[in-house]
């Protein structure tokens, strides 16, 4: 097969570890389906704020703009929470989104029957959940301007929010292309009974949703959308959203899949090329204890063969492998009833990689 070039870039905390565990399936994949890749690691949030007095280097951005794909880990803990905003490992993820323009952001909840139970939702509401979270990545209140400034009351801090109709438009493209590809269904999520930005988001999705008259559009405020993932999680299919309301919503998905160690995500651009990396973080209060959850991670590879490889037997091989393993009943901590029984995250990782064939 070609060589496809993978940049690693796993971080602080468990993003190590979890990348380990991948790592470890990509190099299976090439033993069973003769796939080739060339990794290249490169140091990227707190590690390189250490390292190279930056959360981004020029040179791990370079590694990146040569690979066909990114894996990520995680970033971010305690010892850079006080840093200035430049200094902070979670500006250099931001920066890394930015510069690759990566602004479509694709977090599927797919709950498997065998983990309903480690849910702390009741089983039978989640019954048939299987969703995706579209969020955009590279605009909103995230990247804004942002600043200080004294006033008589005190200090005063201010966070803009700005969209511009391309950038609502493209993602919006998003939602109804997946939905078009699933089951007609999309939620566009906006708060446009207070937010100028969101006013401006729903009328550019009701103007888009003319090209794709199949696709059953429903708009709901965020507020209630938190509320009714909850509610009734299976009724959703595509949510699309803008950056922060797509950042809580997708940790409150989390949970109708058991845990935030089961969700993977794909950030993509105009082309194929692709970032993938589990939805959670660096996991201060677990790094280093070898029991984190792998799985995210794992399927952020399937992933990355789907989207970007165009691996689809392979993808599906990976997927397959995390069922079967979860049907035999083995669990890490974050996913087991019973945590006396839980794995480590090297078992875990073992167990799928030998899983896969
Ligand atoms: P978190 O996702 O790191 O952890 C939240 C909780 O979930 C913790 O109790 C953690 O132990 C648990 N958890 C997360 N991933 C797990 C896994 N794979 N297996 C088992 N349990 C898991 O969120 P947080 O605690 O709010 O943030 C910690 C740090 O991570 C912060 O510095 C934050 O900025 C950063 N962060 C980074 C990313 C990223 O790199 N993409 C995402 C979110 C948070
Ligand atoms: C995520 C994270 C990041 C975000 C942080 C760490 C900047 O929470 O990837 O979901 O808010 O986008
Ligand atoms: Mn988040």
Redesign the pocket.
Known sequence: AEVKKIAVIA?????P??VAEAEKVLKRTEEVFGLRFELEHGLF??IAIDQKGTPLPQETLEICQKADAVL???????K??NNSAAL???TG?LGIRKALGLFSNIRPATVFDCLKDASTLKPEVLDGTDLIVVRELTGGIYFGEKFRRETENGTEAVDTCVYNVKEIERIARQGFEIAMTRSKRLASVDKANVLETSRLWRETVIKLHAEYPEVELEHILVDNCAMQLLRRPSSFDVIVTENMFG?ILS?EAAMLTG????LS?ASLGEGAFGLY???????????GQG???????ILSVALMFRLTFGYHKEAEAIERAVKEVLDAGHR????AVDKSKAIG?TAMGDLIVAAIR
Request: no cysteine; proline share 10%.
């Open positions: 971080g602080d905390g468990i993003g570890e979890v949030g707190g990520l880990g995680a970033v971010g803990g305690p850079w929470d902070r490992p979670e993820l950042d940790d845990s935030i160690g089961m995500s990396e589990p939805v959670h973080g660096s996991a201060p209060d677990i790094a029991i984190s959850n792998p799985i995210a991670t890490t901590g974050d996913i995250t």
